[in-house]
């Protein structure tokens, strides 16, 4: 390996440690702990140690060494986790197995990216909509199936805006499309997604991400939440139940850990997914339109078909905001449960 890569590397690390520094330091402790879900706050000081190691590492030329042969890993491998330290004729048979599924994986994903189809669940109404900030972002949502063909909702936010966003979002959902047909929950999908993006040097922060599996025969909806804002059931009568994560973002801690949520929803209830971009718009004074007019909204409007419910939202949003361009992207995804 030449110093010239792991000079790239070195930045691309520094820049990961800078931005997860900078987060932690400047975000509310109401948001921090919606991204950690139910992980400790140290696990972020595990994740910085472990980042900072690489960097001392990567300095010294040493990132990559193998620890049995002392000659340095395969590149490719190193780009996907910069933590591997051993080379590919050392491991175990198990273990080779694993790195073949996950590099056949990638080749897999090159070839995933299809032309998204219209939604369609059964049981349920569905509408969207996405705005990026900028020309491209880093929002991502999608309609897929799992192993056994239960349809899986997902939305998720990559932390940044532009086209570093946009890019690691289009890798996200490449990795989605292989992944989930392959998987049986969402706790599946999250953990596999976790391990492939953790340690991978183009991820400069981390993304947030629900991953829910409708059940259109009872209204079921099994979800795993990774550190994202949580979505909304709104029931009759206007009470509602939040989808609070069940694990930290992806990405963001060492070592994490992804469990599921159920929560049913009845004839008329409305599932209301969406990213920051939505509560975090300001109106020309500043205000947040926050949780609390979202949630409103939602209880005075959930008897609209989800494209009417949408569109009154952006109508609202709008004014709320002067007709002031969005600063971050925007994206909300609403299912209606029908009789």
Same mark, same amino acid.
């Given at each position: 390996?030449?110093?010239?890569?792991?000079?790239?590397?070195?930045?691309?690390?520094?820049?990961?440690?800078?931005?997860?520094?900078?987060?932690?330091? /400047?975000?509310?402790?109401?948001?921090?702990?919606?991204?950690?879900?139910?992980?400790?706050?140290?696990?972020? %000081?595990?994740?910085?140690?472990?980042?900072?190691?690489?960097?001392?590492?990567? %300095?010294?030329?040493?990132?990559?060494?193998?620890?049995?042969?002392? %000659?340095?890993?395969?590149?490719?491998?190193?780009?996907? *986790?910069?933590? #591997?330290?051993?080379?590919?004729?050392?491991?175990?048979?198990? =273990?080779?197995?694993?790195? =073949?599924?996950?590099?056949?994986?990638?080749?897999?994903?090159?070839?995933?990216?299809?032309?998204?189809?219209?939604?369609?669940?059964?049981?349920?109404?569905?509408?969207?909509?996405?705005?990026?900030?900028?020309?491209?972002?880093?929002?991502?949502?999608?309609?897929?199936?799992?192993?056994? @063909?239960?349809?899986?909702?997902?939305?998720?936010?990559?932390?940044?805006?532009?086209?570093?966003?946009?890019?690691?979002?289009?890798?996200?959902?490449?990795?989605?499309?292989?992944?989930?047909?392959?998987?049986?929950?969402?706790? *599946?999908?999250?953990?596999?997604?976790?391990?492939?993006?953790?340690?991978?040097?183009?991820?400069?922060?981390?993304?947030?991400?629900?991953?829910?599996?409708?059940?259109?025969?009872?209204?079921?909806?099994?979800?795993?939440?990774? @550190?994202?804002?949580?979505?909304?059931?709104?029931? /009759?009568?206007?009470?509602?139940?939040?989808?609070?994560?069940? @694990?930290?973002?992806?990405?963001?801690?060492?070592?994490?850990?992804?469990?599921?949520?159920?929560?049913?929803?009845?004839?008329? *209830?409305?599932?209301?997914?969406?990213?920051?971009?939505?509560? =975090?718009?300001?109106?020309?004074?500043?205000?947040?339109?926050? *949780?609390?007019?979202?949630?409103?909204?939602?209880? =005075?409007?959930?008897?609209?078909?989800?494209?009417?419910?949408?569109?009154?939202?952006?109508?609202?949003?709008?004014?709320? #905001?002067?007709?002031?361009?969005?600063?971050?992207? #925007?994206?909300?995804?609403?299912?209606?449960?029908?009789?």
């Amino acid at each position: 390996m030449t110093n010239d890569f792991f000079m790239r590397v070195s930045e691309q690390l520094r820049a990961q440690r800078l931005a997860l520094l900078d987060w932690v330091g /400047g975000v509310p402790p109401a948001e921090r702990d919606i991204r950690l879900g139910p992980q400790a706050p140290n696990a972020l %000081d595990d994740h910085v140690r472990v980042l900072e190691d690489a960097i001392t590492r990567a %300095d010294a030329g040493e990132l990559g060494r193998c620890t049995v042969c002392h %000659d340095q890993v395969e590149t490719h491998w190193l780009q996907m *986790d910069y933590t #591997t330290c051993v080379c590919i004729e050392h491991l175990s048979r198990e =273990e080779r197995s694993h790195l =073949e599924a996950e590099l056949e994986l990638s080749q897999r994903v090159q070839r995933a990216l299809l032309p998204q189809e219209t939604p369609r669940i059964p049981g349920f109404d569905v509408a969207a909509y996405s705005q990026p900030a900028s020309i491209v972002g880093g929002d991502y949502f999608d309609f897929l199936r799992f192993a056994d @063909g239960a349809p899986a909702v997902i939305i998720g936010d990559v932390m940044g805006k532009g086209m570093p966003a946009s890019m690691l979002m289009a890798s996200l959902q490449a990795y989605l499309r292989v992944i989930v047909p392959e998987s049986s929950s969402p706790a *599946d999908v999250l953990e596999r997604l976790n391990r492939l993006f953790c340690h991978n040097i183009h991820l400069t922060k981390f993304v947030s991400l629900v991953v829910a599996r409708m059940d259109p025969e009872d209204g079921g909806v099994i979800y795993g939440n990774a @550190g994202h804002h949580p979505p909304v059931v709104v029931h /009759g009568g206007g009470r509602m139940t939040l989808l609070k994560p069940t @694990g930290a973002a992806i990405g963001l801690v060492e070592r994490a850990r992804f469990t599921e949520a159920q929560v049913v929803m009845g004839t008329g *209830d409305v599932l209301m997914c969406y990213t920051d971009g939505l509560v =975090e718009a300001r109106d020309p004074d500043g205000k947040e339109f926050g *949780d609390e007019e979202l949630t409103r909204y939602a209880r =005075e409007h959930r008897s609209a078909l989800p494209a009417t419910f949408i569109r009154g939202l952006r109508q609202h949003l709008q004014t709320f #905001t002067a007709g002031r361009p969005p600063a971050d992207d #925007t994206t909300v995804v609403v299912l209606r449960r029908l009789g």
